[in-house]
């Protein structure tokens, strides 16, 4: 393995750009979220192992950062690192790059699998033959290193605590 796992490749439409002539923020979401289900579709839990077993994925959390434009016609490659992994949840990191290469923004998302035979959904264990990928696939992302932004939730970072009064 020599980084992320590729997953998804999009072109920037006309509905998903705003008013400021760039990627909406909502928009990284969307592209974000097909990215997890191109992965899922990868590992095994793709429509038909859905309809089969009753299983899906739920998101649980996520933080999006946003770290350079992205424009109209671009083109946005997608990878995602598995960070951490248990019987029915995961967590993810994405990052969405531009052709160029920038960095354009990142996502941090927790997954859960969800059992929908049932009343209701409930938490349930990731199907044998999708937990056995998802773990191979966590075994070599865990030689990658962990992004340093990973695991750290939103803060305001303060240059100094007397320039800013409360």
Not at 21 to 42: K, P, W
């Amino acid at each position: 393995m020599t980084g992320l796992m590729p997953v998804l490749d999009v072109e920037i439409p006309a509905e998903w750009v705003d008013y400021n002539d760039h990627l909406n923020d909502a928009y990284h979401a969307v592209a974000f979220s097909r990215a997890g289900d191109a992965f899922m579709d990868r590992v095994g839990l793709d429509a038909a192992a859905r309809a089969a077993t009753g299983r899906t994925t739920y998101t649980l959390g996520l933080i999006i950062r946003y770290l350079a434009e992205a424009k109209l016609g671009e083109r946005l490659s997608i990878s995602i690192q598995v960070l951490e992994i248990d019987k029915k949840r995961m967590r993810v990191w994405l990052e969405a790059r531009r052709a160029d290469g920038v960095l354009a923004s990142t996502s941090e998302q927790v997954y859960m699998c969800v059992d929908r035979t049932g009343e209701r959904p409930c938490a349930a264990e990731f199907p044998a033959d999708v937990a056995a990928r998802l773990e191979a696939v966590a075994a070599d992302h865990a030689k990658l290193p962990t992004p340093l932004e990973a695991g750290q939730g939103l803060t305001l970072r303060r240059r100094s605590t007397s320039s800013v009064t409360p």
